[in-house]
């Protein structure tokens, strides 16, 4: 079955530390996303890439890294730098060029102690 | 700032009722809206979606309204059922070419009662 798998589900991070995030997609869609979802915030965008080697910010970059070397993969690191880490990270995949919406993978919580 | 907002975080029903869930929106460019269901530790998925030149759309059980000079639109599930009981968030997007960046409201939490 195709789909986008988040790994881990749970995850602990000490302050100072970095920590990555796997996502990986086989729907062969050429966009994916990144979102973090705050309680009553709703998701917001940290970054995006229609195309593999390819990435923008989107509206909460600070404090975090992508990479797009493969199609299916988009990994995200979550740096010492950002603030505030803790909160469920979401990773999506579209198809480009039309509307879409997005298949969403099923979210890692992030929490650091 | 909110483009997207969903003022009522939850909203409780009776089972068998009409749940109507609402959403507005500041960006005059947005033309393509959706709606995503989410359980608790799980990823949303996708409910519905309007385009801008629709005023409505049908899917069984749910119907989305688009209202384009009040920037609002609307979620109705009917009859509600229990297992309906989730958060929804709603999007919206402008048309263009290559990635979709979806902007979310807040979201609603819905209870449908027994």
């Known amino acids: 079955d195709g789909g986008i798998t988040q790994s881990p589900k749970y995850l602990f991070r000490k302050e100072g530390q970095n920590v990555t995030l796997s996502c990986e997609q086989n729907?062969?869609?050429?966009?994916m996303y990144w979102y973090r979802q705050d309680p009553g915030q709703g998701l917001r965008l940290i970054y995006y890439?229609?195309?593999?080697?390819?990435?923008q910010k989107g509206d909460i970059a600070e404090g975090y890294s992508v990479s797009r070397e493969k199609k299916e993969s988009f990994p995200l690191t979550v740096t010492s730098a950002q603030k505030n880490p803790t909160a469920f990270y979401l990773c999506a995949s579209s198809p480009t060029g039309e509307n879409y919406g997005y298949t969403f993978g099923s979210g890692t919580r992030l929490t650091v102690v | 700032d909110q483009q997207v907002k969903q003022n009522s975080p939850s909203l409780s029903v009776q089972e068998g009722r009409i749940s109507i869930l609402n959403c507005d929106y500041t960006?005059?460019?947005?033309?393509?809206f959706l709606w995503y269901k989410k359980y608790p530790a799980e990823g949303p998925t996708f409910l519905i979606s309007?385009?801008?030149?629709?005023d409505k759309n049908e899917d069984g059980r749910f119907t989305v309204f688009l209202n384009k000079s009040a920037k609002h639109l609307s979620l109705h599930i009917v009859p509600s059922q229990p297992g309906d009981s989730a958060v929804y968030f709603c999007a919206a997007t402008a048309v263009r070419r290559g990635a979709q960046k979806l902007v979310f409201g807040q979201g609603t939490r819905l209870t449908i009662n027994p």
């Open positions: 960006n005059s460019m947005f033309d393509y």
């Open positions: 729907l062969n869609h050429d966009a």
């Open positions: 890439s229609q195309i593999v080697n390819d990435f």
């Open positions: 309007i385009s801008s030149i629709k």
